[in-house]
């Protein structure tokens, strides 16, 4: 399925696609030897080694995890963001991240490096306020999203892996965690060992358009499809899941499109198992244009969007748990979001 190397300096055409984040994993390797020994942001640092098929990567974190930050939680959530979108996590905090949602839960946000001095001085305040950040010195952009995702993965395995399941989000997704723990408790998720839930993408097509943001060459990815996977703003797994997929790292060939490697390929060589739960993964659909059409046609209907009255289970709680926005759409306002997820309704006959 992969060369072991793409042989992108071969391949003009996919020249173009990789040449910037190969430039970026040399400007980034050449930082970490430089400063091998220095501190992240001001705290003690741990260095994390992610070795894949055809590169190996090392990236610290600054801090050491108590894990008994974790004791008693049923899920750990870990949010992807960027250094600068402080107000961002701010909202976070203040809706679906707020005290009475995480009773049960736990929650950090994986940051990359910071590039100013007043940026390294906030982040030390806002650890120091919250102690939900993690600082890394991975670069904040896209193609390095998929090591601030094995981040997530690396701190649950080796800190906090009596945690049993395991949310990966986004930052601009919006989800209730005391919601996720009562369907955890109340055994919706049965007994997977290796398991992901979320909404599940098939027969997706790599993109072979060298300007694409996506562009993936054919000497890299030979394949016509990809593996079913789960769409990647927001996912369930469960421990052993997050467990055998690193376990698998060294055997995958590095993909930065990370749903696709992470949940798709490794999911597939480990044997995790995939599972569709629509019910409680939903868009956020339901925002009108100035002629009151509705804003995501392609998604908007039953199955995918979230709706004002829901199907609840036997304790009157709303299955739907979590809503992001479709592609190709504009971040959702976060404070609106989280109210109309908050404010579903049951549909009594739909109960069960």
């Given at each position: 399925?992969?060369?072991?190397?793409?042989?992108?300096?071969?391949?003009?055409?996919?020249?173009?696609?990789?040449?910037?984040?190969?430039?970026?994993?040399?400007?980034?390797?050449?930082?970490?030897?430089?400063?091998?020994?220095?501190?992240?942001?001001?705290?003690?640092?741990?260095?994390?080694?992610?070795?894949?098929?055809?590169?190996f990567?090392?990236?610290?974190?600054?801090?050491?995890?108590?894990?008994?930050?974790?004791?008693?939680?049923?899920?750990?959530?870990?949010?992807?963001?960027?250094?600068?979108?402080?107000?961002?996590?701010?909202?976070?905090?203040?809706?679906?991240?707020?005290?009475?949602?995480?009773?049960?839960?736990?929650?950090?946000?994986?940051?990359?490096?910071?590039?100013?001095?007043?940026?390294?001085e906030?982040?030390?305040?806002?650890?120091?306020?919250?102690s939900?950040?993690?600082?890394?010195?991975?670069?904040?952009?896209?193609?390095?999203?998929?090591?601030?995702?094995?981040?997530?993965?690396?701190?649950?395995?080796?800190?906090?892996?009596?945690?049993?399941?395991?949310?990966?989000?986004?930052?601009?997704?919006?989800?209730?965690?005391?919601?996720?723990?009562?369907?955890?408790?109340?055994?919706?998720?049965?007994?997977?060992?290796?398991?992901?839930?979320?909404?599940?993408?098939?027969?997706?097509?790599p993109?072979?358009?060298?300007?694409?943001?996506?562009?993936?060459?054919?000497?890299?990815?030979?394949?016509?499809?990809?593996?079913?996977?789960?769409?990647?703003?927001?996912?369930?797994?469960?421990?052993?899941?997050?467990?055998?997929?690193?376990?698998?790292?060294?055997?995958?060939?590095?993909?930065?499109?990370?749903?696709?490697?992470?949940?798709?390929?490794?999911?597939?060589?480990?044997?995790?198992?995939?599972?569709?739960?629509?019910?409680?993964?939903?868009?956020?659909?339901?925002?009108?244009?100035?002629?009151?059409?509705?804003?995501?046609?392609?998604?908007?209907?039953?199955?995918?969007?979230?709706?004002?009255?829901?199907?609840?289970?036997?304790?009157?709680?709303?299955?739907?748990?979590?809503?992001?926005?479709?592609?190709?759409?504009?971040r959702?306002?976060?404070?609106?979001?989280?109210?109309?997820?908050?404010k579903?309704r049951?549909?009594?006959?739909?109960?069960?």
């Amino acid at each position: 399925m992969f060369k072991a190397v793409p042989s992108f300096l071969k391949s003009p055409a996919a020249k173009v696609a990789y040449v910037f984040l190969f430039i970026e994993l040399v400007i980034f390797g050449l930082w970490i030897k430089d400063n091998a020994k220095a501190n992240v942001t001001g705290y003690s640092v741990v260095t994390v080694n992610a070795t894949f098929a055809n590169y190996f990567l090392e990236y610290k974190i600054g801090e050491q995890f108590d894990s008994k930050r974790c004791d008693g939680k049923q899920l750990f959530v870990f949010v992807i963001t960027a250094v600068k979108l402080f107000d961002q996590r701010d909202l976070i905090r203040k809706t679906w991240a707020n005290k009475k949602h995480l009773q049960d839960a736990f929650i950090v946000f994986i940051v990359g490096q910071p590039k100013s001095r007043l940026h390294e001085e906030l982040l030390l305040k806002e650890k120091e306020l919250y102690s939900d950040v993690v600082v890394t010195n991975i670069p904040d952009s896209y193609n390095f999203t998929a090591f601030k995702v094995h981040a997530g993965y690396y701190i649950h395995n080796t800190y906090c892996a009596h945690v049993p399941f395991i949310l990966r989000a986004d930052d601009d997704i919006v989800t209730l965690p005391d919601r996720f723990v009562h369907f955890i408790k109340t055994g919706y998720f049965g007994n997977e060992d290796k398991a992901i839930f979320g909404i599940l993408l098939r027969n997706t097509q790599p993109v072979r358009d060298p300007n694409h943001k996506w562009y993936i060459p054919m000497d890299y990815y030979n394949q016509s499809t990809f593996p079913t996977y789960v769409n990647g703003p927001a996912y369930l797994m469960t421990g052993k899941s997050v467990e055998a997929i690193l376990e698998k790292t060294k055997e995958t060939t590095f993909f930065w499109i990370e749903d696709v490697m992470f949940t798709g390929l490794m999911a597939e060589k480990t044997q995790v198992k995939l599972i569709e739960t629509l019910e409680l993964f939903k868009f956020h659909c339901n925002k009108r244009d100035a002629n009151g059409v509705a804003a995501f046609n392609s998604w908007d209907h039953v199955g995918y969007c979230m709706r004002e009255v829901g199907s609840c289970d036997k304790a009157g709680i709303p299955y739907v748990t979590l809503i992001s926005h479709a592609p190709a759409f504009q971040r959702p306002d976060i404070e609106l979001a989280y109210s109309d997820l908050v404010k579903v309704r049951c549909n009594e006959s739909s109960a069960k």
